[in-house]
């Protein structure tokens, strides 16, 4: 069965400090992958996607994420997070089989400390 | 258009009870999903729409659990004799053409 992985479900940063964040899928064929995030007392909103070509996609507020297919792989950073950066982030998957069903990590749960 | 809007925000319930949530999606979006999501993890998918077709609904989705989307335009999401383990939050999501999509605030499920 598909399945999305995070690898941390709690991280604790200072400002400045640099983030990296874990996902890895297990579906097989091609996918489209997303990372949201959900600021307190916010709903869920897109971070960024990936869909086809360059590996590195670039979000809003300074985040990237890598595509890397041969470690089903999609890696969330920052290079130097602040405050406000404080949310939970998710990632996704969707298979691109002509469905639309999409599996969600279990989140993590970022605190960055001012 | 203010995006994705959910109703009721909060609900009570007994067990035993049936309720209903509605969701109204962004006017252009023709795909609407419906998700679960309980303390610590991430939305769990229901099911979808692709207009007013139920194109997949979850395995894990019991026959308690119905959905409509009349006319490709709001939904509805039902939950009849709802049990203590239905307490959640249920999101509801819409989505053009291409696939991310863009999610209603919630309507969070108390059973009990």
């Known amino acids: 069965a598909q399945s999305v992985s995070q690898h941390n479900h709690h991280v604790i940063l200072s400002e400045a400090a640099s983030l990296e964040l874990g996902c890895n899928y297990s579906?097989?064929?091609?996918?489209?992958l997303f990372w949201y995030v959900q600021y307190p007392g916010q709903h869920l909103q897109l971070l960024l996607k990936?869909?086809?070509?360059?590996?590195l996609v670039k979000g809003i507020k300074g985040f990237e994420a890598e595509f890397i297919k041969s470690k089903f792989s999609f890696n969330l950073r920052k290079p130097s997070v602040q405050w406000s950066d404080t949310a939970e982030y998710f990632c996704?998957?969707?298979?691109?089989?002509?469905?639309?069903?999409?599996?969600f990590g279990a989140g993590t749960r970022l605190f960055v400390k001012a | 258009d203010t995006g994705v809007s959910q109703d009721p925000r909060h609900k009570i319930t007994k067990r035993g009870q049936n309720v209903t949530f509605r969701c109204d999606p962004i006017?252009?979006?023709?795909?609407l999903y419906w998700y679960r999501q309980t303390l610590g993890q991430g939305p769990e998918f229901l099911t979808y729409?692709?207009?007013?077709?139920?194109?997949?609904k979850s395995r894990l989705l019991s026959d308690r659990f119905s959905a409509e989307r009349p006319k490709g335009s709001f939904s509805t999401l039902e939950i009849q004799r709802t049990e203590q383990g239905d307490s959640a939050m249920y999101l509801c999501?819409?989505?053009?053409?291409?696939?991310?999509?863009?999610f209603g605030p919630g309507t969070r499920l108390t059973v009990t």
């Open positions: 999501a819409s989505s053009p053409l291409s696939y991310e999509q863009y």
């Open positions: 579906y097989g064929g091609t996918v489209n």
């Open positions: 990936y869909f086809s070509g360059d590996p």
């Open positions: 996704a998957v969707t298979q691109n089989t002509g469905g639309f069903k999409t599996i």
């Open positions: 006017s252009e979006h023709n795909r």
């Open positions: 729409f692709q207009n007013e077709a139920q194109l997949e």
